[in-house]
Protein backbone atom coordinates (compact mmCIF):
# COMPACT_ATOMS: atom_id res chain seq x y z
CA UNK A 1 0.00 0.00 0.00
CA UNK A 2 1.63 3.52 -0.78
CA UNK A 3 2.86 5.70 2.11
CA UNK A 4 0.45 8.60 2.72
CA UNK A 5 3.22 10.90 1.86
CA UNK A 6 3.77 9.40 -0.84
CA UNK A 7 1.99 11.06 -4.12
CA UNK A 8 -0.05 7.98 -5.81
CA UNK A 9 -0.23 7.19 -9.49
CA UNK A 10 -3.10 7.91 -12.16
CA UNK A 11 -3.58 3.64 -11.85
CA UNK A 12 -3.64 3.40 -8.00
CA UNK A 13 -6.29 6.22 -8.26
CA UNK A 14 -8.67 4.17 -10.74
CA UNK A 15 -8.08 1.22 -8.67
CA UNK A 16 -9.44 3.14 -5.35
CA UNK A 17 -12.43 4.79 -7.53
CA UNK A 18 -13.62 1.04 -8.48
CA UNK A 19 -13.61 -0.25 -4.91
CA UNK A 20 -15.41 2.45 -3.86
CA UNK A 21 -18.33 2.08 -6.97
CA UNK A 22 -17.70 -1.60 -5.59
CA UNK A 23 -19.27 -0.94 -2.31
CA UNK A 24 -21.53 1.70 -3.57
CA UNK A 25 -23.49 -0.73 -5.70
CA UNK A 26 -23.45 -3.49 -2.69
CA UNK A 27 -25.71 -1.70 -0.62
CA UNK A 28 -29.17 -2.00 -0.46
CA UNK A 29 -31.87 0.90 -1.37
CA UNK A 30 -33.25 2.89 1.03
CA UNK A 31 -36.75 0.73 1.93
CA UNK A 32 -40.14 2.82 1.34
CA UNK A 33 -40.75 2.65 5.01
CA UNK A 34 -37.27 4.42 5.66
CA UNK A 35 -38.52 7.18 3.20
CA UNK A 36 -42.11 7.22 4.74
CA UNK A 37 -40.48 7.47 8.40
CA UNK A 38 -38.30 10.30 7.37
CA UNK A 39 -41.32 12.65 5.31
CA UNK A 40 -43.68 12.17 8.15
CA UNK A 41 -41.29 12.77 11.08
CA UNK A 42 -39.12 15.43 9.45
CA UNK A 43 -39.24 19.20 10.47
CA UNK A 44 -39.51 19.97 6.12
CA UNK A 45 -43.31 20.46 5.08
CA UNK A 46 -44.46 17.92 2.15
CA UNK A 47 -47.94 18.39 0.03
CA UNK A 48 -49.44 18.02 -2.85
CA UNK A 49 -52.12 20.40 -3.96
CA UNK A 50 -54.18 20.69 -7.05
CA UNK A 51 -53.88 23.78 -9.65
CA UNK A 52 -56.50 24.95 -8.55
CA UNK A 53 -55.78 25.21 -4.29
CA UNK A 54 -56.71 22.16 -2.84
CA UNK A 55 -54.53 19.99 -0.70
CA UNK A 56 -54.68 16.53 -2.15
CA UNK A 57 -51.52 14.98 0.25
CA UNK A 58 -49.93 16.72 3.16
CA UNK A 59 -47.49 15.99 5.71
CA UNK A 60 -47.45 16.17 9.67
CA UNK A 61 -44.84 19.19 9.63
CA UNK A 62 -46.70 20.99 7.02
CA UNK A 63 -49.77 21.06 8.91
CA UNK A 64 -47.46 22.12 11.55
CA UNK A 65 -46.27 24.98 10.01
CA UNK A 66 -49.17 26.26 9.20
CA UNK A 67 -51.17 25.77 12.83
CA UNK A 68 -52.87 22.34 11.93
CA UNK A 69 -53.01 19.57 14.27
CA UNK A 70 -52.89 17.26 11.66
CA UNK A 71 -52.73 17.04 8.01
CA UNK A 72 -56.23 15.59 7.64
CA UNK A 73 -57.57 18.72 9.42
CA UNK A 74 -55.48 20.69 7.07
CA UNK A 75 -57.33 19.17 4.08
CA UNK A 76 -60.89 19.12 5.58
CA UNK A 77 -60.51 23.09 6.25
CA UNK A 78 -58.86 24.82 3.61
CA UNK A 79 -60.51 24.84 0.58
CA UNK A 80 -58.46 28.09 -1.29
CA UNK A 81 -54.95 27.96 -0.60
CA UNK A 82 -54.37 31.72 -2.29
CA UNK A 83 -57.43 33.20 0.07
CA UNK A 84 -56.91 31.05 3.00
CA UNK A 85 -52.76 31.07 3.18
CA UNK A 86 -50.96 33.99 1.40
CA UNK A 87 -51.25 37.52 2.74
CA UNK A 88 -50.70 38.52 -0.54
CA UNK A 89 -52.74 37.32 -3.87
CA UNK A 90 -50.26 38.50 -5.94
CA UNK A 91 -47.42 36.11 -4.11
CA UNK A 92 -50.12 33.01 -5.17
CA UNK A 93 -50.05 33.96 -9.03
CA UNK A 94 -46.54 34.68 -9.29
CA UNK A 95 -45.48 31.14 -7.91
CA UNK A 96 -48.07 29.73 -10.01
CA UNK A 97 -46.82 31.77 -13.24
CA UNK A 98 -43.65 30.90 -12.66
CA UNK A 99 -44.02 26.85 -12.02
CA UNK A 100 -46.03 26.60 -14.83
CA UNK A 101 -43.40 28.02 -17.24
CA UNK A 102 -40.76 26.67 -15.90
CA UNK A 103 -41.90 23.61 -14.32
CA UNK A 104 -40.50 23.78 -11.34
CA UNK A 105 -39.75 26.95 -8.79
CA UNK A 106 -36.98 27.00 -6.10
CA UNK A 107 -36.33 28.82 -2.68
CA UNK A 108 -39.52 31.35 -3.36
CA UNK A 109 -40.13 33.11 -0.41
CA UNK A 110 -43.63 34.46 1.08
CA UNK A 111 -45.38 35.23 4.68
CA UNK A 112 -48.83 32.68 5.15
CA UNK A 113 -51.46 32.79 7.28
CA UNK A 114 -52.00 30.53 10.25
CA UNK A 115 -54.52 28.38 11.31
CA UNK A 116 -54.83 30.86 14.18
CA UNK A 117 -54.28 34.37 12.26
CA UNK A 118 -50.86 35.01 13.18
CA UNK A 119 -48.41 34.87 9.98
CA UNK A 120 -45.58 32.47 9.54
CA UNK A 121 -42.83 33.59 6.95
CA UNK A 122 -41.95 30.13 4.44
CA UNK A 123 -39.48 28.93 1.38
CA UNK A 124 -40.91 26.79 -1.30
CA UNK A 125 -39.04 24.47 -3.68
CA UNK A 126 -42.27 22.57 -5.97
CA UNK A 127 -42.44 21.48 -9.67
CA UNK A 128 -45.27 20.58 -11.74
CA UNK A 129 -46.80 16.85 -11.73
CA UNK A 130 -48.24 15.97 -16.15
CA UNK A 131 -50.42 13.55 -17.28
CA UNK A 132 -48.59 11.27 -20.32
CA UNK A 133 -50.30 14.45 -22.79
CA UNK A 134 -48.32 17.11 -20.76
CA UNK A 135 -50.83 18.59 -18.90
CA UNK A 136 -50.72 19.71 -15.08
CA UNK A 137 -52.59 17.48 -12.70
CA UNK A 138 -50.73 18.10 -9.49
CA UNK A 139 -48.21 20.46 -7.52
CA UNK A 140 -45.40 19.12 -5.48
CA UNK A 141 -43.53 20.58 -2.90
CA UNK A 142 -41.28 21.06 0.40
CA UNK A 143 -42.16 23.50 2.43
CA UNK A 144 -39.95 25.15 4.48
CA UNK A 145 -40.46 27.77 7.80
CA UNK A 146 -37.98 30.35 7.73
CA UNK A 147 -40.29 32.31 10.46
CA UNK A 148 -37.01 32.53 12.94
CA UNK A 149 -34.66 33.21 9.78
CA UNK A 150 -36.99 36.47 8.73
CA UNK A 151 -37.47 37.90 12.25
CA UNK A 152 -33.45 37.19 12.62
CA UNK A 153 -33.44 39.31 9.45
CA UNK A 154 -35.80 42.19 10.54
CA UNK A 155 -33.95 42.77 13.52
CA UNK A 156 -30.84 43.15 11.60
CA UNK A 157 -32.00 45.55 9.45
CA UNK A 158 -33.64 47.88 12.30
CA UNK A 159 -30.68 47.89 14.02
CA UNK A 160 -28.80 48.75 10.53
CA UNK A 161 -30.85 51.56 9.93
CA UNK A 162 -31.11 52.84 13.74
CA UNK A 163 -27.11 52.71 13.29
CA UNK A 164 -27.67 54.50 9.96
CA UNK A 165 -29.77 57.13 11.55
CA UNK A 166 -27.42 56.99 14.19
CA UNK A 167 -24.32 57.92 12.38
CA UNK A 168 -26.28 60.24 10.11
CA UNK A 169 -27.38 62.52 13.00
CA UNK A 170 -23.68 63.17 13.96
CA UNK A 171 -22.37 66.07 12.81
CA UNK A 172 -18.58 64.95 13.06
CA UNK A 173 -17.84 63.03 9.66
CA UNK A 174 -17.88 58.74 10.19
CA UNK A 175 -16.16 56.07 8.13
CA UNK A 176 -15.40 52.40 7.80
CA UNK A 177 -13.76 50.31 5.63
CA UNK A 178 -12.33 46.58 5.16
CA UNK A 179 -9.01 44.76 5.72
CA UNK A 180 -8.19 46.40 2.51
CA UNK A 181 -8.56 49.38 3.65
CA UNK A 182 -11.93 49.85 1.03
CA UNK A 183 -14.43 52.40 2.18
CA UNK A 184 -17.52 49.82 3.07
CA UNK A 185 -19.85 52.79 4.34
CA UNK A 186 -20.19 56.42 5.91
CA UNK A 187 -22.50 58.69 7.19
CA UNK A 188 -23.54 61.88 5.59
CA UNK A 189 -21.30 64.30 7.26
CA UNK A 190 -18.58 62.44 5.82
CA UNK A 191 -20.06 63.14 1.98
CA UNK A 192 -20.61 66.82 2.96
CA UNK A 193 -17.74 67.49 4.40
CA UNK A 194 -15.77 65.24 1.44
CA UNK A 195 -18.06 66.36 -1.37
CA UNK A 196 -18.65 63.10 -2.86
CA UNK A 197 -21.12 61.11 -2.74
CA UNK A 198 -21.83 56.76 -2.14
CA UNK A 199 -20.70 55.69 -5.51
CA UNK A 200 -17.72 57.44 -6.25
CA UNK A 201 -16.23 56.09 -2.99
CA UNK A 202 -17.61 52.20 -1.94
CA UNK A 203 -15.25 50.24 -2.83
CA UNK A 204 -12.34 52.67 -3.02
CA UNK A 205 -9.47 52.98 -0.86
CA UNK A 206 -7.24 56.31 0.23
CA UNK A 207 -5.37 56.07 -2.71
CA UNK A 208 -8.16 56.16 -5.26
CA UNK A 209 -9.82 59.44 -3.98
CA UNK A 210 -7.04 61.46 -2.18
CA UNK A 211 -4.34 63.49 -3.46
CA UNK A 212 -1.09 60.90 -3.53
CA UNK A 213 1.43 62.84 -0.52
CA UNK A 214 -1.77 62.71 1.99
CA UNK A 215 -2.83 59.33 0.47
CA UNK A 216 0.42 57.63 1.53
CA UNK A 217 0.09 58.87 5.22
CA UNK A 218 -3.37 57.86 5.50
CA UNK A 219 -2.30 53.98 4.14
CA UNK A 220 0.73 53.71 6.20
CA UNK A 221 -1.69 54.66 9.10
CA UNK A 222 -4.16 52.03 8.13
CA UNK A 223 -1.62 49.54 8.16
CA UNK A 224 -0.39 50.17 11.37
CA UNK A 225 -3.96 49.96 12.64
CA UNK A 226 -4.41 46.63 11.24
CA UNK A 227 -1.29 44.94 12.41
CA UNK A 228 -1.27 46.25 15.79
CA UNK A 229 -5.02 46.80 16.34
CA UNK A 230 -6.62 48.86 19.20
CA UNK A 231 -7.16 52.65 18.96
CA UNK A 232 -5.16 54.73 16.97
CA UNK A 233 -5.06 58.63 17.03
CA UNK A 234 -3.53 61.35 15.51
CA UNK A 235 -3.46 64.92 13.78
CA UNK A 236 -2.94 65.43 9.82
CA UNK A 237 -4.16 67.42 7.11
CA UNK A 238 -7.52 66.73 4.52
CA UNK A 239 -8.51 68.44 1.34
CA UNK A 240 -12.29 69.27 2.04
CA UNK A 241 -15.48 69.47 -0.64
CA UNK A 242 -13.82 73.26 -1.34
CA UNK A 243 -10.56 72.22 -2.24
CA UNK A 244 -9.39 73.74 1.02
CA UNK A 245 -6.73 71.92 3.36
CA UNK A 246 -8.11 71.58 6.56
CA UNK A 247 -6.35 70.34 9.84
CA UNK A 248 -8.30 67.24 11.36
CA UNK A 249 -7.53 64.75 14.19
CA UNK A 250 -8.41 61.00 13.17
CA UNK A 251 -9.55 58.88 15.41
CA UNK A 252 -9.86 54.91 14.59
CA UNK A 253 -10.68 52.13 15.56
CA UNK A 254 -9.93 48.49 14.40
CA UNK A 255 -12.97 45.72 14.64
CA UNK A 256 -12.62 42.56 14.39
CA UNK A 257 -14.65 39.63 12.28
CA UNK A 258 -15.90 36.13 13.91
CA UNK A 259 -12.28 34.34 13.18
CA UNK A 260 -10.83 36.79 15.80
CA UNK A 261 -8.63 38.46 13.18
CA UNK A 262 -9.23 42.04 12.18
CA UNK A 263 -11.68 42.75 9.76
CA UNK A 264 -11.50 46.89 8.80
CA UNK A 265 -11.67 49.72 11.29
CA UNK A 266 -13.83 52.67 11.70
CA UNK A 267 -13.18 56.22 12.27
CA UNK A 268 -14.33 60.04 12.62
CA UNK A 269 -12.39 63.03 11.20
CA UNK A 270 -12.96 65.79 13.88
CA UNK A 271 -11.62 69.53 11.88
CA UNK A 272 -9.88 71.29 13.85
CA UNK A 273 -8.93 74.37 11.72
CA UNK A 274 -11.06 76.77 13.50
CA UNK A 275 -9.73 75.49 16.80
CA UNK A 276 -5.98 76.02 15.76
CA UNK A 277 -6.52 79.36 14.12
CA UNK A 278 -8.56 80.12 17.51
CA UNK A 279 -5.30 78.91 19.41
CA UNK A 280 -2.83 80.94 17.31
CA UNK A 281 -5.06 84.28 17.74
CA UNK A 282 -5.48 83.54 21.54
CA UNK A 283 -1.63 83.01 21.51
CA UNK A 284 -0.80 86.21 20.06
CA UNK A 285 -3.51 88.16 22.16
CA UNK A 286 -1.22 86.52 25.94
CA UNK A 287 1.84 87.91 24.05
CA UNK A 288 0.97 91.42 23.40
CA UNK A 289 -1.22 90.95 27.09
CA UNK A 290 2.02 90.14 28.30
CA UNK A 291 4.62 92.97 26.51
CA UNK A 292 2.21 95.40 27.44
CA UNK A 293 1.75 94.34 31.07
CA UNK A 294 5.91 94.58 31.32
CA UNK A 295 5.45 98.17 30.36
CA UNK A 296 2.82 98.88 32.83
CA UNK A 297 4.33 100.87 36.09
CA UNK A 298 1.82 98.70 38.36
CA UNK A 299 2.30 95.12 39.41
CA UNK A 300 0.11 92.55 36.86
CA UNK A 301 -0.75 88.68 38.08
CA UNK A 302 -2.27 85.85 36.61
CA UNK A 303 -3.16 83.36 38.59
CA UNK A 304 -5.17 79.75 38.72
CA UNK A 305 -8.76 79.66 40.09
CA UNK A 306 -7.01 78.70 43.13
CA UNK A 307 -4.80 81.77 42.86
CA UNK A 308 -1.94 79.73 42.83
CA UNK A 309 0.20 82.41 40.44
CA UNK A 310 1.10 81.62 37.38
CA UNK A 311 2.19 85.00 36.00
CA UNK A 312 4.10 88.09 37.26
CA UNK A 313 5.26 91.04 35.38
CA UNK A 314 8.75 93.10 36.04
CA UNK A 315 6.74 95.08 38.80
CA UNK A 316 5.04 92.36 40.42
CA UNK A 317 8.44 90.69 40.97
CA UNK A 318 10.01 93.67 42.00
CA UNK A 319 7.29 94.56 44.75
CA UNK A 320 7.50 90.99 46.26
CA UNK A 321 10.63 90.40 45.21
CA UNK A 322 10.00 86.76 43.64
CA UNK A 323 10.83 85.70 40.39
CA UNK A 324 10.11 83.13 37.83
CA UNK A 325 11.64 79.81 39.62
CA UNK A 326 9.23 80.59 42.95
CA UNK A 327 6.51 80.86 40.31
CA UNK A 328 7.28 77.48 39.03
CA UNK A 329 7.85 76.38 42.93
CA UNK A 330 4.39 77.46 43.65
CA UNK A 331 3.30 80.75 45.32
CA UNK A 332 -0.36 81.33 46.66
CA UNK A 333 -1.51 84.59 46.20
CA UNK A 334 -3.62 84.30 49.64
CA UNK A 335 0.00 83.65 51.41
CA UNK A 336 0.90 87.19 50.98
CA UNK A 337 -2.34 89.17 52.23
CA UNK A 338 -1.82 89.72 56.35
CA UNK A 339 -4.45 87.59 58.23
CA UNK A 340 -6.70 90.04 58.75
CA UNK A 341 -7.52 90.29 55.10
CA UNK A 342 -7.70 87.26 54.01
CA UNK A 343 -11.09 86.18 55.03
CA UNK A 344 -12.49 89.08 53.29
CA UNK A 345 -10.12 87.99 50.05
CA UNK A 346 -12.09 84.70 49.84
CA UNK A 347 -15.31 86.48 49.90
CA UNK A 348 -14.52 88.34 47.22
CA UNK A 349 -12.59 85.78 45.03
CA UNK A 350 -15.96 83.19 45.91
CA UNK A 351 -18.17 86.48 44.00
CA UNK A 352 -15.77 86.96 41.20
CA UNK A 353 -16.03 83.29 40.54
CA UNK A 354 -19.33 83.82 39.87
CA UNK A 355 -18.91 86.89 37.28
CA UNK A 356 -20.12 89.56 39.95
CA UNK A 357 -17.93 92.96 40.17
CA UNK A 358 -16.12 93.88 43.41
CA UNK A 359 -14.96 97.48 43.59
CA UNK A 360 -11.25 97.53 43.73
CA UNK A 361 -10.05 96.76 47.76
CA UNK A 362 -7.56 97.77 49.95
CA UNK A 363 -5.00 94.92 51.54
CA UNK A 364 -2.02 95.30 53.81
CA UNK A 365 0.42 92.39 52.12
CA UNK A 366 3.69 91.11 53.20
CA UNK A 367 6.47 90.67 51.05
CA UNK A 368 9.50 88.08 50.71
CA UNK A 369 12.02 89.71 52.57
CA UNK A 370 9.36 90.36 55.69
CA UNK A 371 7.81 93.85 54.77
CA UNK A 372 4.87 95.13 54.26
CA UNK A 373 3.30 97.01 52.27
CA UNK A 374 -0.11 98.16 51.19
CA UNK A 375 -1.62 97.62 47.67
CA UNK A 376 -5.15 98.53 45.93
CA UNK A 377 -5.90 95.23 44.11
CA UNK A 378 -8.43 94.92 40.91
CA UNK A 379 -9.22 91.22 39.52
CA UNK A 380 -11.15 90.45 36.74
CA UNK A 381 -12.09 86.55 35.74
CA UNK A 382 -10.55 84.38 33.04
CA UNK A 383 -13.15 82.37 31.50
CA UNK A 384 -12.62 79.72 29.55
CA UNK A 385 -16.22 77.66 28.14
CA UNK A 386 -18.45 79.28 30.41
CA UNK A 387 -16.02 78.65 33.59
CA UNK A 388 -13.64 80.66 35.31
CA UNK A 389 -10.20 78.94 35.23
CA UNK A 390 -8.43 81.80 37.07
CA UNK A 391 -8.11 85.40 37.47
CA UNK A 392 -5.81 88.39 36.12
CA UNK A 393 -4.73 90.50 38.97
CA UNK A 394 -3.67 94.44 38.77
CA UNK A 395 -1.86 95.58 42.53
CA UNK A 396 -1.21 99.38 42.86
CA UNK A 397 1.56 100.42 45.37
CA UNK A 398 -0.50 102.97 47.75
CA UNK A 399 2.29 102.79 50.62
CA UNK A 400 2.63 106.71 50.17
CA UNK A 401 -0.72 107.26 50.09
CA UNK A 402 -1.54 105.46 53.11
CA UNK A 403 1.69 107.44 54.61
CA UNK A 404 0.07 110.55 53.94
CA UNK A 405 -3.42 109.38 55.19
CA UNK A 406 -1.75 108.61 58.62
CA UNK A 407 0.07 112.15 58.51
CA UNK A 408 -3.27 113.66 57.99
CA UNK A 409 -5.14 111.61 60.74
CA UNK A 410 -2.79 112.37 63.21
CA UNK A 411 -2.56 116.24 62.34
CA UNK A 412 -6.63 115.99 62.84
CA UNK A 413 -6.44 114.11 66.16
CA UNK A 414 -3.56 116.54 67.02
CA UNK A 415 -5.66 120.03 65.92
CA UNK A 416 -9.21 118.04 67.88
CA UNK A 417 -7.38 117.89 70.88
CA UNK A 418 -6.02 121.51 70.74
CA UNK A 419 -9.58 122.79 70.07
CA UNK A 420 -10.84 121.31 72.42
CA UNK A 421 -8.30 123.07 75.08
CA UNK A 422 -10.24 126.18 73.51
CA UNK A 423 -13.36 127.37 75.06
CA UNK A 424 -16.08 128.82 73.01
CA UNK A 425 -19.43 130.16 72.84
CA UNK A 426 -21.52 128.69 69.82
CA UNK A 427 -25.06 128.20 69.22
CA UNK A 428 -28.29 130.32 69.96
CA UNK A 429 -27.84 131.47 73.97
CA UNK A 430 -30.88 132.52 75.59
CA UNK A 431 -30.74 135.94 77.12
CA UNK A 432 -33.38 137.92 79.42
CA UNK A 433 -34.75 140.79 77.22
CA UNK A 434 -35.04 142.22 81.13
CA UNK A 435 -32.76 141.66 83.41
CA UNK A 436 -30.39 139.84 80.29
CA UNK A 437 -29.68 137.13 82.40
CA UNK A 438 -28.39 133.85 80.52
CA UNK A 439 -29.78 130.22 80.86
CA UNK A 440 -27.54 127.26 80.94
CA UNK A 441 -27.65 124.22 79.78
CA UNK A 442 -29.08 122.37 83.07
CA UNK A 443 -31.84 125.43 82.66
CA UNK A 444 -30.22 127.95 85.10
CA UNK A 445 -30.34 131.16 85.04
CA UNK A 446 -26.99 133.06 85.22
CA UNK A 447 -25.78 136.35 85.65
CA UNK A 448 -24.10 137.76 82.21
CA UNK A 449 -20.73 138.21 82.94
CA UNK A 450 -20.59 135.46 85.41
CA UNK A 451 -21.69 132.72 82.46
CA UNK A 452 -19.64 134.22 79.63
CA UNK A 453 -16.28 133.64 82.36
CA UNK A 454 -17.42 130.05 82.62
CA UNK A 455 -17.75 129.10 78.75
CA UNK A 456 -14.90 131.27 77.85
CA UNK A 457 -11.04 132.67 78.49
CA UNK A 458 -12.71 136.24 78.43
CA UNK A 459 -12.82 137.83 82.17
CA UNK A 460 -14.34 140.82 82.99
CA UNK A 461 -13.57 144.58 84.45
CA UNK A 462 -16.28 146.95 85.40
CA UNK A 463 -17.09 150.20 83.90
CA UNK A 464 -20.29 152.31 83.29
CA UNK A 465 -21.20 153.96 79.88
CA UNK A 466 -22.52 157.61 79.43
CA UNK A 467 -25.76 156.60 78.59
CA UNK A 468 -26.12 154.99 82.06
CA UNK A 469 -24.19 156.77 83.72
CA UNK A 470 -26.38 159.93 82.66
CA UNK A 471 -29.41 158.20 84.01
CA UNK A 472 -28.37 157.57 87.57
CA UNK A 473 -26.42 160.88 88.14
CA UNK A 474 -28.03 163.10 85.66
CA UNK A 475 -29.47 164.70 88.30
CA UNK A 476 -26.44 165.30 90.64
CA UNK A 477 -24.19 168.64 91.20
CA UNK A 478 -21.21 166.62 91.29
CA UNK A 479 -21.62 164.60 88.05
CA UNK A 480 -22.95 168.23 85.97
CA UNK A 481 -19.83 170.09 86.85
CA UNK A 482 -17.62 166.56 85.85
CA UNK A 483 -19.19 166.69 82.52
CA UNK A 484 -18.92 170.11 81.94
CA UNK A 485 -15.32 170.38 82.95
CA UNK A 486 -14.78 167.54 80.16
Given at each position: ????????????????????????????????ELLTGIVDKGVVGFYVTTPDGRFIWANQAFASILGYDSPEQLKAEVTDIQTQFFLDPGDRRHFRETLE??????????????????????????????????????????????????????????????????????????????????????????????????????????????????????????????????????????????????????????????????????????????????????????????????????????????????????????????????????????????????????????????????????????????????????????????????????????????????????????????????????????????????????????????????????????????????????????????????
Amino acid sequence: MTAMTDTPTYEELAARVRELEATVQQQPPPSSELLTGIVDKGVVGFYVTTPDGRFIWANQAFASILGYDSPEQLKAEVTDIQTQFFLDPGDRRHFRETLERDGSIENFECEMRRRDGDTAWVSENACCRRDPDGRITAYEGMLFDITARRQAEQKQEEAEAFVALLLNSLPVPVFYKDRQGRYLGFNRAFETFFGKNREELIGKTVVDINPSELARIYHEKDEELFTAGGTQRYESRVQNAKGQMRNVIFDKSAYKGRDGKVAGLIGTVLDITDRIRMEAALKKSEERFREMAELLPGAVLESDAKLNITYANRMGMKLFGISDDDIAAGINGLDWICPEHREKAARRVAVRKHGKTVRPTEYRMHTRDGGEIWVQLNASPIVKEGRTTGFRIVLTDINQRKQIEKERENLIAELKAALAEIKTLQGIVPICSKCKKIRDDQGYWNILETFIQEHSEASFSHSICPDCADKLYGHEDWYRKLQDKS
